[in-house]
């Protein structure tokens, strides 16, 4: 289940499940998304990004989705299994800012928990 | 390759040290980031350089002091911290395409502890 609190919210998954991990953005006038996954000790790895003339974008057992009407991302992982338990950020780049200039706008973080 | 490494992986220093962090990438990328991330939250902008000029200071303390030697390299400067400075600093690069908003790409960090 997933919980929200004053600790970064967890979800916590069997070994071969679906997981889906969302996500609320904040300037209905961004148009470039990027999700991260980053485990214990590492900086945070690209997974996958989306831009806003996009609903849906696939990737390797991953899918993000994409619902600018109410401002909201979702990373979907397929199969999931123990070494994708980390933390994962989505990331708007602000609208104000671009090309040479990127700022990123991170979320609070989820952290998914696999168990075996 | 998306390669952007950091050195020195780990470092401890004391309030009164002064110490420099290290970023190199090597995709041609033309800008590249400082952010600081304390434990369980998002990183947060310190610094942007865009082809080697400073474009964005997030009003971080002047005792952080970022330098851009050349398109490849990317340091911080560290001069009487305090331990509430104590974090994971990363570094990122993106191509600084014109026009284009784009993935930043994040080294693996160095863990500071300020005592």
Redesign the interface.
């Known amino acids: 289940g997933e919980s929200v609190g004053l600790h970064l919210p967890t979800l916590s998954v069997q070994e071969g499940d679906n997981s889906i991990i969302n996500c609320a953005y904040s300037n209905s006038a961004s148009d470039y998304f990027i999700w991260y996954k980053q485990e214990s000790g590492k900086g945070p790895q690209f997974i996958i990004d989306i831009r806003s003339n996009m609903d849906k974008r696939q990737g390797q057992r991953v899918t993000v989705l994409l619902n600018k009407t109410v401002k909201h991302l979702s990373l979907q992982i397929a199969a999931t299994q123990p070494g994708d338990s980390a933390v994962y950020f989505c990331a708007e780049s602000d609208p104000l800012y671009g090309g040479a200039t990127n700022k990123l706008i991170f979320g609070t973080g989820t952290l998914l928990a696999v168990q075996p | 390759d998306?390669e952007?490494t950091?050195t020195p992986k780990h470092l401890v220093m004391g309030m009164t040290n002064k110490k420099s962090l290290k970023c190199e990438q090597h995709m041609g990328h033309?800008?590249m980031?400082w952010y600081k991330q304390k434990a369980?939250?998002?990183?947060e902008?310190m610094f942007?350089y865009?082809?080697e000029k400073l474009?964005?200071n997030e009003s971080v303390p002047s005792r952080f002091s970022p330098e851009c030697p050349n398109s490849s390299l990317l340091n911080l400067h560290l001069h009487a911290l305090q331990p509430e400075d104590s974090a994971l600093y990363?570094c990122a690069s993106?191509q600084?395409?014109?026009?284009?908003?784009?993935?930043?790409?994040?080294?693996?960090?160095t863990?500071l502890l300020v005592l």
């Open positions: 998306t952007v950091q033309r800008a980031y369980k939250k998002p990183p902008l942007v865009s082809y474009s964005i990363l993106s600084g395409t014109s026009g284009i908003q784009e993935t930043q790409y994040f080294g693996p960090g863990r």
